[in-house]
């Protein structure tokens, strides 16, 4: 009787033992630590900041949906600039269930001869977009730095756009107060 072998039979069909690791082992990984610091460069650089520069009035159109306030005409000398103070405008702050209100004074500044009568004549227009603008603050937006730029600049845009033109060039709060 022939004795049995101690090694296997060598087989053509039996796979050889895959070597451990290896380069195609690393390579998802490799990939994965050069690709997404260069995804998130690109996303940053192309896509989050300008998106962030349309929205705080860097053109476009503002967070607010109220279009980006236009560059204003060049003042001529002979067209000092006027002054016109729109006094207690009262709001609601949004999400207080009417329990707190903010009351501002605006001082609207612009030039040419008309412009006290133009916004007198619309000065309901006018304070009707205000209240809109001002009422759709909450109070954790009014109390947030850099909050009254941005209010500023969305009055602004919506002064010219009722008014025509970039007739207000500048916009100041002498009263400023949520109650």
Not at 28 to 44: E, Q, R
Not at 71 to 88: C, L, R, W
Not at 142 to 157: D, Q, T, Y
Request: hydrophobic fraction near 40%.
């Amino acid at each position: 009787m022939p004795e049995p072998s101690t090694n296997p039979p060598s087989d053509a069909t039996t796979p050889s033992p895959a070597s451990g690791g290896g380069f195609k082992a690393w390579l998802p990984l490799i990939i994965t630590v050069v690709l997404m610091p260069v995804l998130a460069y690109g996303m940053t650089q192309f896509v989050l900041l300008p998106q962030l520069q349309k929205q705080l009035g860097g053109g476009g159109a503002a967070a607010g949906g109220a279009p980006a306030a236009s560059k204003p005409k060049p003042v001529n000398p002979k067209d000092k600039p006027v002054t016109v103070t729109m006094t207690k405008v009262l709001v609601n702050v949004a999400g207080t269930m009417g329990a707190r209100y903010l009351l501002v004074t605006l001082s609207v500044v612009g030039s040419g001869e008309d412009f006290k009568a133009k916004i007198d004549d619309h000065d309901a227009q006018l304070r009707d977009m205000a209240c809109g603008v001002l009422g759709s603050k909450s109070l954790a937006d009014l109390e947030k730095p850099g909050e009254r730029n941005l209010i500023r600049n969305e009055l602004i845009a919506g002064f010219n756009n009722i008014l025509g033109d970039s007739t207000v060039s500048e916009m100041y709060f002498p009263e400023f107060a949520i109650q």
